[in-house]
């Protein structure tokens, strides 16, 4: 090699180097997740009934209401009727809700299964409510508050595809104000075989509470 | 002579009460504006409600960066407007002298920043050379005074 190609090659490396960090430094800005149009990998989690829950338990769904949710968040509770009722009004049609609480109980006690089961029982949840322990899950979806709701489109066996991630709908606390429903706009536009005119939509919600690193 | 101390109790406490902390409405225009560089100030603008466990512990550290010379500390709550009453409540019992809005809007949180996912507390800084630096995250007081002080020596 000589001292012209050794020079080269030092700069390449150099170039090689500044690109990595600043493609370290950018990823660390982006929100880190799912976005629309991404596919979801499927997940085994336990539910409130004892059952551990998949995407793949559900061989005819033709796509998922994923709910990042919990006990503890005001937000939460406010949606929860809205969300009983999304599982009941799209489950028949192919659109089941799967809701998942990712809070670390050890901050929010009133998060953790047993409570999670009386919630369940109590309001007669028609969906399973899973625990993601190990937040695997809730950072895999990038979910980053509750409520947070992701709509999944079946492209075709097993394969689901990210449709729509967001709010319920526009009036958290009022259910008789809301004028816009954004999952239900979402899932109806995916059984009629379109895509959703509105793919994500942020509103307030209570941060995750994450279990210290 | 009773008389008198009951009278200037009186006076003292209702004229505590015209001083309580109100907290003022304002829609997306308005909070482009207060977040708009300021030639000598840095602007501390944050995110909170009332129902916020973490925002509301994290008041008093927002309030005392307030007493610096050369900031400007705005609470934005995001309460709904029926809870203003409640908000304000809860800032006049914690003893927080900021400026104090509502943001009584409906879809904001993009508008805001766009790395936002609208999990509360949040806090936008604005430094005077227009560099705006967004936080979806609590702070510690150390925290957020080392932060404050970074940015303003940048």
């Not at chain 1, 700069?11 to 629309?36: D, P, R």
């Not at chain 1, 009133?110 to 009386?118: K, P, Q, R, T």
């Not at chain 2, 505590?16 to 207060?34: C, F």
């Not at chain 2, 550290?61 to 309460?79: A, M, T």
Request: aromatic share 10%; hydrophobic share 40%; net charge neutral.
């Amino acid at each position: 090699m000589n001292r012209s190609m050794k020079k080269t090659m030092l700069m390449i490396t150099g170039l090689l180097v500044v690109v990595a960090v600043l493609y370290v430094n950018a990823s660390e800005n982006v929100m880190e997740g799912y976005e629309v149009g991404d596919y979801v990998s499927d997940f085994k989690l336990p539910s409130t009934t004892g059952k551990t829950v998949s995407l793949s338990d559900y061989p005819d769904a033709k796509g998922f209401i994923v709910v990042f949710t919990c006990n503890t968040c005001p937000y939460a509770k406010l949606y929860e009727d809205r969300v009983i009722e999304l599982d009941k009004k799209f489950r028949g049609k192919g659109f089941p809700v799967i809701a998942i609480n990712p809070n670390d109980v050890g901050q929010k006690p009133g998060d953790s299964m047993d409570e999670m089961a009386s919630q369940a029982k109590a309001k007669s949840y028609s969906f399973p409510y899973l625990r993601d322990d190990t937040q695997e899950v809730a950072k895999a979806y990038g979910a980053a508050k509750t409520p947070h709701v992701y709509v999944l489109n079946r492209e075709s066996a097993g394969k689901f595809k990210v449709e729509y991630i967001g709010a319920i709908d526009d009036s958290p606390r009022e259910a008789a104000d809301v004028q816009e429903t954004y999952v239900e706009d979402a899932v109806n536009a995916l059984l009629s075989g379109n895509k959703p005119t509105v793919t994500n939509q942020r509103a307030i919600g209570c941060t995750i509470k994450w279990k210290d690193v | 002579m009773m008389k008198i101390t009951g009278l200037s109790v009186l006076i003292l406490l209702l004229s505590l009460q015209l001083k309580a902390q109100s907290i003022v409405p304002i829609k997306l225009d308005e909070l482009s504006e207060l977040s708009k560089p300021n030639a000598t100030n840095l602007s501390v603008i944050n995110f909170w409600a009332s129902w916020c466990g973490p925002c509301v512990k994290e008041l008093p550290y927002f309030d005392n960066l307030s007493k610096k010379p050369n900031v400007d500390v705005y609470l934005v709550s995001v309460d709904f407007i029926q809870d203003k009453a409640k908000a304000e409540m809860l800032l006049q019992k914690k003893n927080i002298k900021s400026q104090s809005y509502l943001l009584d809007e409906k879809n904001f949180v993009e508008q805001i920043d766009k790395t936002w996912s609208g999990a509360i507390p949040a806090t936008l800084i604005v430094a005077s050379n227009g560099s705006r630096y967004f936080y979806e995250k609590s702070f510690s007081e150390a925290e957020l005074e080392e932060l404050v002080n970074n940015i303003t020596s940048k």
